[in-house]
């Protein structure tokens, strides 16, 4: 995943979001703050927006980790798997874009905001859990093949 946009143009949120309407709000509130920014975005602040914005996208990363850790054992498959594509949405296009973002309203061609440790959790328990599913599925067609 990632933005859209280039050019001298606007950066536009990913479609991804729409499947996953927290996540949706979330890249839009940050949007309105950072248009009121660009508004007065001086060199001086980057450093600091750029933490700023990163601390908050990592809680929301943890929250949503969170979640999962403590509701995991009693979703449904459906529900499981809708929470575990919101954490990839998360790490591979929300916070991305919110980088690219960034870089827009401070004018930077490089990013300041490491995606891939602001989303670390969510990636981590991501990978961790499709892992976990390869190796169920693998199991079971030994199984079957074994019974054959």
């Given at each position: 995943?990632?933005?859209?946009?280039?050019g001298?143009?606007g950066l536009?949120?990913?479609?991804?979001?729409?499947?996953?309407?927290?996540?949706?709000?979330?890249?839009?509130?940050?949007?309105?703050?950072?248009?009121?920014?660009?508004?007065?975005?001086?060199?001086?602040?980057?450093?600091?927006?750029?933490?700023?914005?990163?601390a908050?996208?990592a809680?929301?990363?943890?929250?949503?980790?969170?979640?999962?850790?403590?509701?995991?054992?009693?979703?449904?498959?459906?529900?499981?798997?809708?929470?575990?594509?919101?954490?990839?949405?998360?790490?591979?296009?929300?916070?991305?874009?919110?980088?690219?973002?960034?870089?827009?309203?401070?004018g930077?061609?490089k990013?300041e905001?490491?995606?891939?440790t602001?989303?670390?959790?969510?990636?981590?328990?991501?990978?961790?859990?499709?892992?976990?599913?390869?190796?169920?599925?693998?199991?079971?067609?030994?199984?079957?093949?074994?019974?054959?």
């Amino acid at each position: 995943g990632g933005g859209g946009g280039g050019g001298g143009g606007g950066l536009h949120p990913p479609s991804s979001l729409l499947d996953h309407p927290p996540l949706a709000v979330l890249c839009n509130r940050v949007c309105e703050v950072l248009n009121e920014l660009r508004e007065c975005a001086i060199a001086s602040t980057m450093t600091r927006a750029h933490r700023a914005v990163a601390a908050s996208l990592a809680l929301s990363c943890e929250s949503l980790a969170m979640f999962w850790v403590d509701q995991e054992s009693v979703l449904g498959e459906g529900d499981r798997q809708q929470v575990l594509s919101a954490m990839r949405c998360m790490g591979e296009t929300l916070v991305p874009y919110i980088a690219a973002c960034m870089q827009r309203v401070y004018g930077t061609s490089k990013p300041e905001m490491q995606c891939r440790t602001v989303a670390a959790c969510v990636l981590e328990q991501v990978e961790f859990e499709e892992k976990a599913i390869r190796e169920r599925q693998g199991e079971e067609e030994r199984r079957k093949r074994e019974e054959e």
